[in-house]
C-alpha cells in the first residue's frame, strides 16, 4: 500500500472519521454528531457542516419513498442510495442500514448481505436491529472483518411484534434485559450501538456501562452521540414529529414557495428572462433572417 493517500495528516480536521475517532470522542467526552442521508445532495451538505457519521437509515422508506414503515425497503435499494451517500462523502463514516429481511433469515445470508454494503457501495459499516437473537450475527460480521453497529430499544423493523412505535425498557425486567443485550453487543463485537426511544436514566446508565459509544435518538442527553432523521430535522417529512425530534429548518416551507413562485413565473411568462435565454451570435441570425427572406420570396 501507498503511503501518498495519508494526505489528510497536515488537516486534521479533514481526516477521515473512524471507530478510533468514535471511540476517542466517547473516552475524551467529545458528543458524536450523526444524521441519516440518502442522496447525494443532502449527503454532500451533511459531510460538510461537520457532522461525524451518516446513516444510509433504512427510515428512507418512508420519507424518501413514502411506504408507512420501514419494512418494505429492499437491497438493492439500500445500496443504491448508499452508493449516492459514498460518492458524496469525503470525512463522515458512512453507515449501511440493513433492511428488513436482509438478515434475520440466516446468518450466513446476513454476512453475505453486509459485504455487499461494503463491497460494492463503500460503506465503512453497518448497521442492524434486535438483542441476543443477533448476537451470533454481530460475531459473524466482527469475523467477517465488517464494522457493525447494533441498534436497540425502539427497533422500528419490529414495529408489528412492539405492536406501534412505542417507548422501550420502562419497567426494571425490561431495563435489564435492554443492559444485558448492550454488554453482550459490545462483547460481541459491535463497535458502536443506537439506542433509540428509551428513558433518559436508562440511555444513561447504558452509556456509562459501556466501553463503546452509544448514540441516541429518542434516548436523552447523556448518550455519547445524538442521530436524527435529516427530513425530521428540516421539516421534509410531512408527519407531526415525535417528541424527540427538534427542527432546525422548514425546507418543505422553502422548497414549497420556491415551487409556487416559479409556476406562477411560468404562467405570467416572467420566466425566463432574457438574460436566463441563449442568443444566435450577429453572422448566425443575419444567415438565418437572409435565408427565411428567400424562402418568403420563393413562395
Ligand atoms: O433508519 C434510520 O433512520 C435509523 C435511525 C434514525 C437510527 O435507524
Known amino acids: 500500500m501507498s503511503l501518498t493517500h495519508f494526505r489528510t495528516a497536515d488537516h486534521p480536521a479533514l481526516a477521515p472519521v473512524t471507530i478510533q475517532t468514535l471511540q476517542d470522542k466517547k473516552s475524551q467526552g467529545r458528543p ?12 454532500r451538505l451533511v459531510d460538510e ?9 433504512d427510515s428512507l422508506a418512508m420519507v424518501v419513498m413514502g411506504y408507512e414503515n420501514t419494512l418494505p425497503v429492499t437491497m438493492e435499494e439500500m445500496l443504491l442510495h448508499t452508493r449516492a451517500v459514498r460518492r458524496a462523502v469525503k470525512r463522515a463514516m458512512v453507515v449501511a442500514d440493513m433492511p ?3 438478515y434475520q433469515v440466516t446468518t450466513a445470508e446476513g454476512v453475505a448481505n453486509a459485504a455487499r454494503f461494503v463491497k460494492e457501495a463503500g460503506a465503512q459499516a453497518v448497521k442492524i436491529e434486535g438483542g441476543a437473537s443477533r448476537l451470533d450475527l454481530v460475531r459473524r460480521l466482527s469475523d467477517a472483518e465488517i464494522p457493525v453497529i447494533a441498534h436497540l430499544g425502539l427497533t422500528p423493523q419490529s414495529v408489528h411484534r ?4 412505542r417507548v422501550q425498557g420502562k419497567s426494571v425486567n ?5 443492559m444485558k443485550d448492550a454488554l453482550a453487543m459490545e462483547a460481541a463485537g459491535a463497535f458502536a450501538l ?8 436508562v440511555a444513561q446508565r447504558i452509556t456509562a456501562a459501556l466501553h463503546i459509544p452509544a448514540i441516541g435518538i429518542g434516548a436523552g442527553p447523556h448518550c455519547d452521540g445524538q442521530i436524527l432523521v435529516l427530513h425530521d430535522l428540516v421539516n421534509l417529512s410531512f408527519s407531526t414529529p415525535a417528541k424527540f425530534v427538534r427542527r432546525y429548518a422548514d425546507a418543505g416551507g422553502l422548497i414549497s ?6 409556476r406562477e413565473d411560468v404562467e405570467g411568462r416572467q420566466f425566463p428572462a432574457d438574460a436566463e435565454s441563449y442568443h444566435l451570435g450577429k453572422d448566425a441570425l443575419a444567415a438565418l433572417l437572409q435565408e427565411e427572406g428567400v424562402t418568403r420570396r420563393k413562395a
Open 32 to 43: 458524536i454528531s450523526a444524521l441519516t442521508a440518502y442522496d447525494y445532495a443532502t449527503a
Open 257 to 262: 414557495d420556491a415551487v409556487r413562485r416559479y
Open 194 to 201: 443506537v439506542l433509540e426511544g428509551i428513558p433518559t436514566e
Open 174 to 178: 425490561a431495563i435489564q434485559h435492554l
Open 100 to 102: 428488513f429481511g436482509s
Open 49 to 57: 457542516a461537520g457532522i461525524d457519521l451518516i446513516l444510509v437509515g
Open 162 to 165: 412492539m405492536s406501534g412505535y
